[in-house]
């Protein structure tokens, strides 16, 4: 069993910054690429940001240059600095983890946090 638990969300003023975190735990032999991805009421879930386990970054368009992304293997997290938020950032954000686990090493699985809010509202 692996486990997502993410934390940081809250409410902000536009302008602000919020900084959130997944940390990943269970039956883990790699954790691939991992990112944030958010749904707003009446919306698909969308990309917000994802990086490799060489640390290689893709944002989505709406959230570059003031998002940031980042991981600390060594704690299997990884974080989503926002700066600069917009009342259309409000949502709430998954985090995702591509992971093998030591009994099965060879596949794949995707697992997902439980969501946190993020609300940008003065």
């Known amino acids: 069993q692996v486990q997502l638990v993410e934390s940081g969300g809250g409410l902000v003023q536009p302008g602000g910054s919020l900084r959130l975190s997944c940390a990943a735990s269970g039956s883990i032999f790699t954790i691939n690429a991992m990112g944030w991805y958010r749904q707003a009421p009446g919306k698909e879930r969308e990309l917000v940001a994802t990086?490799?386990?060489?640390?290689?970054?893709n944002y989505g368009d709406s959230v570059k240059g003031r998002f940031t992304i980042s991981r600390d293997n060594a704690k299997n997290t990884v974080y989503l600095q926002m700066n600069s938020l917009k009342p259309e950032d409000t949502a709430v954000y998954y985090c995702?983890?591509?992971?093998?686990?030591?009994?099965?090493?060879?596949?794949?699985?995707?697992?997902w946090g439980q969501g946190t809010q993020v609300t940008v509202s003065s």
């Open positions: 995702n983890a591509n992971i093998t686990s030591p009994s099965s090493w060879y596949i794949e699985h995707a697992y």
């Open positions: 990086i490799t386990s060489g640390a290689k970054t």
